[in-house]
């Protein structure tokens, strides 16, 4: 295994680990967004079983813990997505690097296979030049 192999083999293991980071913190974004969802369906049955209710004061005190929780769950999208972002820049990064490094070995993998084929068209040459010579004194006899 050539060096650059070695190399490609470890940053595609890199990348893998990093896209698995990028999907957990995705994974938890989506948590939090589902929390939200949750709780403004909550909060629209509260609504409605206030409305049927005749004393509806303990509403405002909910509600005022509802926003509160919703400014927290805001304040972790927020976070996330910053950390995301983070994340998909060091995933590109990182395959940008993956990319490099495998152009790398395609090119150095076409310098062998040209070389070997300079090689075998040298001795194709030279058995050919070989064939001609001892024809041409054998005719020349």
């Known amino acids: 295994m050539s060096r650059l192999q070695s190399i490609i083999r470890v940053r595609k293991w890199e990348l893998d680990e990093k896209r698995r980071e990028l999907v957990a913190l995705e994974e938890e974004r989506a948590a939090i967004v589902q929390q939200m969802d949750d709780l403004s369906i909550e909060v629209s049955e509260q609504q409605n079983a206030a409305a049927l209710e005749v004393g509806p004061s303990s509403l405002g005190a909910y509600m005022s813990g509802v926003r509160y929780k919703m400014a927290v769950f805001e304040a972790a999208i927020h976070e996330k997505d910053k950390k995301i972002e983070e ?17 790398a070995e395609e090119q150095d993998q076409k310098r062998i296979r040209d070389a070997a084929a300079l090689r075998d068209q040298k001795l194709l040459d030279e058995q050919g030049m070989q064939s001609f010579i001892k024809n041409s004194r054998v005719e020349a006899d």
Do not use: G, M, Q, S
């Open 87 to 103: 994340r998909r820049d060091e995933v590109t990064e990182a395959f940008r690097e993956l990319k490099t490094y495998e152009i």
